[in-house]
């Protein structure tokens, strides 16, 4: 749209100020004619008018349906949430804490690759023990040393150390770390859109609690690292 005229510009503030104007010029109003948006025939302002309101009421529309959207997304995952604390707390042992991760990550979260390890010896670990602790802590000091969790796309020594084998397969993830230095838990997608940086993680801050809690019932502890690992 180009820049009005001085004069152009002198009717446009006249109009504003006052915006009854054609309320006493209804033969001026009525011979008003201006182009059609599609380059048809000439149409009166009036039509003008209601292209205009008809094409805000669509726009408007929309973004209603689009909160409507959201509001009921929102609500499936607070549900969804809600599931997930209850049966992990329900959890009696470590394999049915890991168990219950994957089945609400990968059915409700719509996340394909699930990994909890731990930095902890004890009985139950296993397999969810980081093989290298003391190489894993150093290799994960950024997230260990803000206890926030990180999204988006991760440095390859952070997914290889929390994915293993698993990692090529990511293209997004989310790591969060367990209070007191217990271990992380890694969300990873195939999306690289699913998690992104700007990503929101009260959810996942609320589910690192969780689940620290439900490891510390289980009297999981985690190793004492030396201050050159720390």
Do not use: W
Request: aromatic share 6%; glycine share 6%; proline share 3%.
């Amino acid at each position: 749209m180009s820049k009005p005229t001085a004069e152009t510009q002198k009717v446009i503030d006249y109009l504003r100020k006052h915006p009854d104007f054609f309320e006493s010029q209804q033969e001026l109003l009525c011979s008003l004619q201006l182009g059609h948006d599609t380059g048809g025939n000439a149409i009166s302002l009036i039509e003008r008018q209601v292209q205009i309101l008809q094409k805000k009421l669509v726009e408007r529309e929309k973004q209603t349906q689009d909160l409507i959207t959201v509001a009921h997304e929102n609500n499936r995952l607070y549900e969804s949430a809600q599931q997930f604390t209850l049966k992990l707390l329900d959890a009696r042992t470590l394999d049915q804490i890991a168990a219950q991760l994957e089945c609400a990550l990968k059915n409700d979260f719509k996340c394909q690759v699930i990994s909890l390890k731990l930095f902890s010896d004890h009985d139950q670990a296993g397999s969810y023990a980081f093989n290298h602790p003391e190489k894993a802590h150093r290799a994960l000091n950024r997230l260990l040393g803000q206890q926030k969790p990180l999204c988006g796309r991760l440095s390859k020594i952070e997914m290889t150390s929390v994915f293993d084998d698993q990692a090529e397969e990511v293209q997004s993830a989310a790591l969060i770390p367990l209070e007191g230095g217990l271990g992380v838990l890694g969300i990873g997608s195939h999306d690289p859109e699913h998690f992104r940086g700007d990503l929101g993680t009260l959810f996942l801050v609320h589910m690192g609690k969780i689940l620290t809690r439900c490891l510390q019932h289980l009297e999981v502890k985690p190793l004492v690292m030396s201050a050159a690992d720390a």
